[in-house]
């Protein structure tokens, strides 16, 4: 199994960026996907979830009105589109994949069983 996140980079306050996770070794549309970040000297955060059909999305307040995940299961590929971008967003971003069907997306990374390689967001002020 491999999850290959990309679309990460520089971008000032303000901006935008849409990050990419294609999978590949696994049933995509069996899983529930998640985005993660983590800044440095942090843990790992939940940011985004979407459902295995996209039906059903999650998202951290932070981020709430500003980013958007979204998810082609032909493309086996799942997407954060970030806008509105702010300094705190900056962060390592990893999407992880999700087996367990549950009828409440989940947040914890210790819940997810693939990961990918993770993308780097800096946000300038």
């Known amino acids: 199994v491999q999850l290959q996140a990309s679309g990460g980079g520089l971008v000032q306050a303000g901006g935008s960026l849409r990050l990419s996770c294609t999978a590949s070794?696994?049933?995509?549309?069996?899983?529930?996907m998640g985005w993660f970040r983590q800044a440095p000297g942090k843990e790992r955060v939940f940011v985004a979830a979407i459902s295995r059909g996209g039906g059903t999305t999650s998202y951290t307040d932070s981020v709430k009105g500003r980013f958007t995940i979204s998810k082609d299961n032909a493309k086996k590929t799942v997407y954060l589109q970030m806008n509105s971008l702010k300094p705190e967003d900056t962060a390592v971003y990893y999407c992880?994949?999700?087996?367990?069907?549950?009828?409440?997306?989940?947040?914890?990374?210790?819940?997810?069983?693939?990961w990918g390689q993770g993308t780097q967001v800096t946000v300038s002020s």
């Open positions: 992880g994949a999700d087996r367990t069907i549950m009828t409440v997306l989940r947040t914890e990374p210790d819940d997810y069983e693939y």
């Open positions: 070794g696994l049933t995509f549309s069996y899983y529930s």
